[in-house]
């Protein structure tokens, strides 16, 4: 099965990396942004790719973790016009967007879908001790403090990271993955 991830900066890239980790191969990913020295703080990029398409800097990335995974990344600002084309292969989804009206807008454009959705709500800030997990229906989960917001608090890697890692523990779960031996 492979996995979408909408999204490449915080939680896009570490989710990816998270994946690639696991060994899952298989990856949709899609941005159509630049690296830039901001994102160093908190995004799975090196001060050597400013300036590059976050599309192909996630695909050097992942490939010096796994040379022979399975990685698409699809340079495009993602709408409600060609998300479910860019992610038809997906039965998963993360949704790794900065802005409420693009979650939305994922949402509403794959939830009835019947992919399994994973997303984020509320990850600004330092404090990581009110991340959790709600559940919306079978096919939905969203990680996350549910209060924090990026335009009010600065994104840092340690809650950032922290929900990417919760939501590839998700996705991993979702595809079967064991967590005994």
């Known amino acids: 099965m492979k996995v979408g991830i909408a999204g490449a900066g915080g939680l896009g890239s570490n989710i990816a990396m998270h994946l690639v980790r696991a060994g899952v191969s298989g990856i949709v990913i899609a941005d159509f942004d630049v690296v830039e020295e901001s994102n160093l703080n908190r995004q799975f990029y090196f001060r050597d790719q400013i300036g590059m398409k976050k599309t192909d800097a996630i695909i050097i990335n992942l490939k010096r973790i796994d040379p022979g995974a399975d990685i698409t990344a699809v340079d495009i600002k993602l709408d409600s016009d ?27 454009a794959l939830g009835g879908a019947g992919k399994k959705i994973v997303a984020a709500s509320g990850v600004a800030g330092l404090h990581t001790d009110g991340i959790r997990t709600r559940r919306f229906g079978e096919n939905i989960k ?23 890692a919760m939501m590839s523990g998700i996705i991993l779960e979702w595809m079967g993955y064991a967590d005994e031996k």
């Open 142 to 164: 969203i990680i996350g403090d549910f209060v924090s917001d990026n335009t009010q608090k600065p994104l840092y890697s340690a809650k950032v990271g922290t929900a990417a």
């Open 82 to 108: 060609n998300i479910a084309g860019v992610f038809a292969e997906c039965g998963i989804v993360a949704e790794a967007f900065d802005k409420a009206d693009c979650k939305a807008m994922l949402l509403n």
